[in-house]
């Protein structure tokens, strides 16, 4: 059975490249790049860092204040290894006798999380493979309270424009209007239906690019114009944790760059698969 919100019409999209118009992708149509996105808030939190603005050592209350119901230190480095002890923000929506659909906006998520007053583990001391998306999503209230800007006014300012990625960027609305976008479907009773095309939580998801643009920041990794070697080094880092353990899964080992890295045939990749709505993809 499929959910109602997941068959939505969302009017805010235009220009749609559908099965109806029978527009060809192109290197600049848009795709929603889901669980990627959580790749760019990485490296939106390790730009600040590197330029003097926060420390990954910083407990996280001294920016979320919401969260001092919380005892003990919650470090940045702990969300960006998935070792904060939070609990999911989806997980506590079901419990709490809520529906999964429609899902929690931001603003909510943020106020479930604060009404927590107990964790699932000391931070720092074990790690949650990729089944949590609050760390991500705290992320991006760091950067805004750093910035003093929106997480996708920040994101577009100091990574995509000065990059010439000027089709990417991140959506926190619903209200805006995309052009040129992949249109996602789901086939029911041998129908292909119009699918969701966004989330209420932005950070974790919620990132729209292009093949055109992806390239431009792959060669920005290669030769970094924006950031440093050092900054890449960091960003491609395995996952470590306070007693040295690094975090090995069936898929490789994770990185602060929320990629996965491993050998094949010998040569070492990074690399992390997203799929939303429909749509399959992957980033190498």
């Known amino acids: 059975e499929i959910m109602p919100s997941l068959v939505g019409s969302e009017m805010c999209i235009r220009d749609r490249v559908d099965i109806e118009s029978r527009q060809p992708i192109l290197k600049t149509t848009k795709f929603q790049l889901s669980r990627m996105a959580r790749h760019f808030t990485a490296f939106g939190v390790l730009l600040l860092e590197s330029q003097g603005k926060l420390s990954l050592q910083d407990d996280i209350k001294k920016y979320i204040t919401q969260l001092s119901n919380f005892k003990g230190s919650i470090r940045i480095i702990d969300l960006l290894n998935q070792s904060d002890g939070l609990y999911d923000y989806n997980i506590l929506n079901v419990v709490s006798g809520r ?31 990729f089944t949590t998306d609050t760390g991500i999503m705290l992320l991006t209230e760091i950067i805004q309270k750093v910035s003093k800007k929106s997480f996708a006014a920040f994101m577009k300012d100091e990574v995509f424009t000065p990059l010439g990625m000027n089709n990417t960027e991140f959506v ?23 699918s969701n095309t966004y989330e209420n939580v932005y950070g974790t998801t919620n990132l729209f690019s292009t093949l055109e643009d992806l390239v431009k920041w792959e060669l920005n990794m290669l030769t970094p114009k924006l950031g440093n070697k050092t900054l890449f080094e960091k960003l491609n880092s395995v996952i470590t944790l306070k007693n040295g353990k690094e975090l090995n899964t069936s898929r490789g080992q994770l990185t ?29």
């Open 99 to 129: 529906p999964f659909y429609p899902k929690l906006s931001h603003r909510e998520s943020m106020q479930l999380l604060a009404e927590q007053k107990e964790l699932n583990f000391e931070p720092g001391s074990d790690f949650v493979d």
């Open 172 to 194: 926190a609305s619903q209200n805006v209007a995309l052009t040129n976008l992949a249109t996602p479907y789901l086939n029911i009773e041998d129908k292909f239906v119009y």
């Open 256 to 284: 602060l760059g929320q990629q996965y890295g491993h050998y094949e045939r010998g040569l070492y990749s990074i690399y992390y698969t997203g799929g939303y709505g429909g749509l399959s993809l992957i980033h190498i």
